[in-house]
C-alpha cells in the first residue's frame, strides 16, 4: 500500500515551489510533450522536409515552446515564471490559430503538427495544457504578491 | 513477413492501464508515493525491455518499418518512461507523485498503439 500523506493540514501540504504539488505533474506532463514534439519535428525535417514544409515547421517551434515551458516551470524562480506565463500564452494561442487554420486549410498539412486540430491526435492535452499551466503559474504569482505586500508592510511598520 | 508475438504489447496495454488506474486511485485517496507503485514499476520497465529486446531481434533479422529513425527513437525512449516517472514521482511526498506514475502508465499503453502504427507488424 501506499503511505499516506501526513497530516490532513491544508499548511503542510502546501508545494513550496512551482515544481511541487500539481506542478510535479504538470511538469511531467510537460516533459513529455517537449520531448515528444521535438523529436518528431528533428525526425520529419531531416528525413521527409518537402512533404509538408509548414506542418514540420510549426511542430518544431512547438517543440521549442515545450521545452521552454518545461524548463522555466522546473526552474521556478520569478524571472523563470514571466518566460514560463510567455510559453503557455504562446502555446494556448498557437494550438487554437494552427487548431482552426488545420481545421479550414486542410492542404497546408497532409502531416499532422502536435497543434493540428486543436491537438486532437495527442488526445486534446495540447489544448487543456497550456491553460492549467496558465491557472498554475497565476496561483503563484498571487501568492508572490500577498507575500511582498506582507514583506512590505512589516518593513514599514519598522521603520514607523 | 512474420510477426512479433502480440501477447507482449497487450500485456504492456494491460499493465500500464491498470498502474495508471492504481495510481490515479492513491491521488484520490490522497496517498503518496509507496512500494507497490514502485514495484508494479519495476514490472512494467521489465515488460518494455523484453518488447524492445524482441523488436531489435526484428531488426536484426534485416526486416524494416517504413521509418527506421522514428522506431530507433521509440525504441530508445520507452524504457526510459518508468524511469524517469519513477524518480520524478518519488521526489514528490504528496498525493502528486502517484498521478506521475499514472501518467507513465497512460503513456506506456499510448506507446504500444504507436508502435503498431509505425510498424504493424509489432501486433497489439
Known amino acids: 500500500m501506499s503511505e499516506p500523506a501526513g497530516s490532513p493540514e491544508p499548511g503542510a501540504a502546501r508545494p513550496d515551489s512551482t515544481r511541487t504539488g500539481p506542478g510535479r505533474l504538470l511538469i511531467a506532463v510537460y516533459g513529455l510533450f517537449a520531448l515528444a514534439a521535438t523529436a518528431r519535428a528533428a525526425v520529419q525535417i531531416a528525413t521527409k522536409f518537402d512533404h509538408a514544409p509548414v506542418a514540420y515547421l510549426l511542430s518544431a517551434f512547438a ?3 515545450y521545452v521552454l515551458a518545461t524548463i522555466t516551470l522546473a526552474v521556478g524562480s520569478p524571472a ?3 518566460i514560463a506565463v510567455v510559453s503557455c500564452s504562446v502555446e494556448l494561442i498557437g494550438v487554437i490559430a494552427i487548431g482552426t487554420w488545420s481545421v479550414a486549410d486542410p492542404a497546408t498539412f497532409p502531416d499532422a503538427t502536435v497543434w493540428s486540430g486543436y491537438g486532437s491526435g495527442y488526445g486534446f492535452v495540447p489544448l487543456v495544457l497550456p491553460v492549467f ?3 498554475w503559474l497565476r496561483r503563484w504569482a498571487r501568492r508572490t504578491d500577498s507575500q511582498r505586500t506582507i514583506v512590505t508592510s512589516a518593513g514599514r511598520r519598522g521603520t514607523e | 513477413m512474420s510477426c512479433v508475438n502480440g501477447a507482449v504489447p497487450t500485456t504492456i496495454i494491460v499493465a500500464g492501464l491498470a498502474l495508471a488506474g492504481y495510481a490515479l486511485l492513491m491521488t484520490a485517496l490522497n496517498r503518496r508515493m509507496g512500494l507497490v507503485l514502485l514495484a508494479a514499476l519495476g514490472v512494467l520497465e521489465i515488460l518494455l525491455l523484453v518488447l524492445v529486446g524482441m523488436v531489435v531481434a526484428k531488426l536484426a533479422g534485416g526486416e524494416r518499418p517504413a521509418s527506421v529513425a522514428t522506431l530507433i527513437g521509440y525504441l530508445i525512449a520507452m524504457p526510459f518512461v518508468p524511469l524517469v516517472a519513477g524518480f520524478w514521482g518519488a521526489m514528490e511526498r504528496s498525493r ?4 506521475v506514475i499514472a501518467v507513465a502508465g497512460l503513456v506506456a499503453a499510448v506507446l504500444m498503439v504507436r508502435l503498431h502504427e509505425i ?5 497489439v
Open chain 1, 63 to 65: 517543440g521549442v515552446v
Open chain 1, 80 to 82: 523563470a515564471r514571466r
Open chain 1, 133 to 135: 499551466g496558465l491557472l
Open chain 2, 96 to 99: 502528486w507523485g502517484p498521478a
Open chain 2, 119 to 123: 510498424w504493424p507488424v509489432i501486433g
